[in-house]
């Protein structure tokens, strides 16, 4: 997995390097603009030949120090560089490379943009790591209309106001402004996995700076709560070859999932669930529907078993006649008290539960409910369903909360207390998917900048996802976390694979596709 660092612990790095002697913080700033002018080059080449016309944005911190280096070495190209500064610079670095730019500066004005000509590339070197309120309102409209005036914006870090932690723009969406690239450094920033961030960032680019010691001391010496993972295809690829690899045996070696169902007309969901445990690998799944919908889910299924449900006493018995490994418990359920009364018998079994739509209806609605939640279940909400359960962060992280006041308060906070607070594993859904753990772990899978998904969005792809998360599990004795990140994972290649014109049912039959290019077998 990638790491993800936030802004203190992008600076903790810097500082642990540059206080042991191994590097000096001038010799960072000039790798850093040294990188971006490299990025900029790769990604535009018609820019790497002739001159161009530039303006370069500078706040008074070091990443304002950055775009002083970059004015400098795009000067020396033969570049027209206008530079206009918000403030003078004040860290000793940024000071140093703004006295080595000799041609000066104008404020940060719209008088004085619109005054120069326009420019080919803006580069936006005001905040970075270092913003920590939103911008004034003088400097937003002057931030638009520089932004507005150049063919191509690309943003040191982050586009100024853009929060490393929160992906949120500090002050509101007000001050937002969309760069064409934005080019970070050493690791990206968990913001810029959330929320607005690829949005607000465009393209991401990482920059090296030859810190990965630093780094790898860093995150070993931190509790694990304080570190964020990054699913990365490539990088995991042998970790979820493992989990997605049926060993030798018999059918219940590979777990057995049960799924329980909604009434008649409402079966759909549990069916697409089940039917996705079992492509994905587990032995067996059986559906548990009660009498009224017995003939309705006969008439459907084939590998899926099925057996009739009606009350927690049955779920009990069919527990207890052996040989269940996963519960999935939610899709398409319902209501009422006797499915309650389900959610909390499929909770007594103590198995591991994947809890989806209606069940955590239900839990936020029954105190004793969520009383009853174990380290063995899953919680798989979107966000409406997340507001519902813990109304207090979902509040934190809207337009009115202080994700947009600061200290930063991100969606990796929000799961992190939700996890906490339930102490099982909750996976809260989105294009920026975050898992975390009771203990603090965390992890993101993205669906994000050339990663998108967007088909993703259709009815029944939530139930999907919880039957992958099942049949993972139930052959699995990995921890819970990692199942559902491979089964993130997993959702998101599938939609990938199919594309345009997906609807759920679709999902599971393309999972042959997926897994044969994650396995390297051919097709034919
Ligand atoms: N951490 C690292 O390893 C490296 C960092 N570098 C650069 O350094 C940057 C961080 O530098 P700094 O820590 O100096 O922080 P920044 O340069 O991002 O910003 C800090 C300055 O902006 C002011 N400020 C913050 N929010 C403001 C607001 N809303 N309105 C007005 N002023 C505001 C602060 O008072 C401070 O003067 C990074 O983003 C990156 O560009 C690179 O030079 C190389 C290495
Ligand atoms: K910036």
């Known amino acids: ?35 971006v002018v490299g990025a900029v080059f790769k990604r535009y080449p018609h820019l790497a030949e002739g001159d161009h016309v530039c303006q370069v944005l500078c706040g008074p911190g070091n990443n304002g120090g950055d775009g002083y280096v970059i004015a400098r070495l795009l000067a020396a190209r033969g570049w027209a560089v206008h530079v206009f500064a918000l403030a003078p610079a004040k860290t000793p670095d940024a000071k140093h490379n703004a006295e080595r730019w000799a041609q000066g500066s104008a404020p940060l004005t719209v008088a004085g943009l619109t005054a120069a000509p326009a420019p080919d590339l803006t580069v936006d070197a005001v905040f970075g ?19 507005d005036r150049s063919a191509l914006i690309v943003a040191v870090d982050a586009p100024s106001g853009f929060c490393l932690d929160s992906g949120r723009w500090l002050g509101g969406a007000d001050g937002c402004v ?21 949005e607000a960032c465009g393209q991401l680019e990482t920059v090296d700076l030859g810190l990965s010691a630093w780094r790898a001391a860093r995150s070993a010496s931190a509790a694990a709560s304080e570190n964020v993972r990054l699913l990365d295809p490539d990088r995991d690829a042998a970790r979820l070859r493992a ?23 409402r079966t759909g969901a549990a069916r697409l669930a089940a039917r996705a445990a079992l492509r994905v690998g587990a032995g067996a799944v059986t559906l548990a529907a ?21 009350s927690g006493a049955d779920l009990e018995a069919l527990v207890g006649a052996g040989k269940i490994s996963t519960l999935v418990i939610g899709p ?10 389900l959610v909390r018998a499929a909770l007594a079994t103590g198995l591991r539960c994947v809890l989806d739509a209606d069940a955590l209806t239900l839990i936020a609605r029954h105190p004793e409910l969520r009383a009853a939640l174990h380290a063995d279940c899953i919680l798989t909400p979107h966000m ?22 600061g200290p930063a308060f991100s969606k990796i906070d929000a799961t992190r207390a939700a996890a906490a607070s339930a102490g099982c594993t909750v996976l809260l859904k989105g294009p920026d998917t975050v898992i975390a753990e009771p203990n603090g772990h965390a992890n993101v899978h993205a669906a994000l900048y050339d990663h998108t998904a967007p088909w993703l969005a259709t009815a029944g792809a939530g139930d999907v996802l919880a039957g992958f998360i099942a049949g993972g599990m139930a052959q ?49």
């Open 1 to 35: 997995m990638t790491e993800l660092l936030t802004s203190a612990q992008m600076r903790a790095v810097e500082m642990a390097a540059i206080e042991a002697g191994s590097v000096t913080g001038l010799a960072l700033m000039e790798k850093a603009g040294q990188g």
């Open 129 to 147: 790591t270092g913003l920590t309120r939103g911008p004034g309102e003088d400097l937003v409209t002057a931030l638009r209309c520089a932004y």
């Open 178 to 198: 969309a760069a064409d690239m934005t080019v970070t450094f050493e690791s990206p920033k968990v913001g810029h996995y959330l929320a607005q961030g690829p």
């Open 243 to 265: 989990h997605f690899t049926k060993g030798q045996g018999h059918k219940y070696s590979h777990g057995h999932v049960l799924v329980l169902a909604g009434g008649m007309g």
């Open 290 to 310: 009660p009498g009224s919908a017995m003939m309705e889910c006969a008439n459907q299924v084939t590998a899926v078993m099925l057996r009739r449900c009606d």
């Open 332 to 341: 398409g359920l319902g209501l009422e008290d006797r499915h309650a009364g």
């Open 384 to 405: 409406g369903e997340f507001a519902r359960l813990w109304p207090d962060l979902a509040q934190r992280l809207t337009d009115g909360g202080e994700a947009l006041t």
């Open 476 to 524: 699995s004795t990995r921890d819970a976390a990692w199942c559902a990140a491979a089964a993130a994972w997993l959702h998101v290649e599938a939609a990938r694979a199919f594309g345009p014109g997906l609807i759920a049912e679709d999902l599971p039959e393309i999972v042959p596709n997926v897994l044969r290019k994650l396995f390297g077998v051919s097709s034919s």
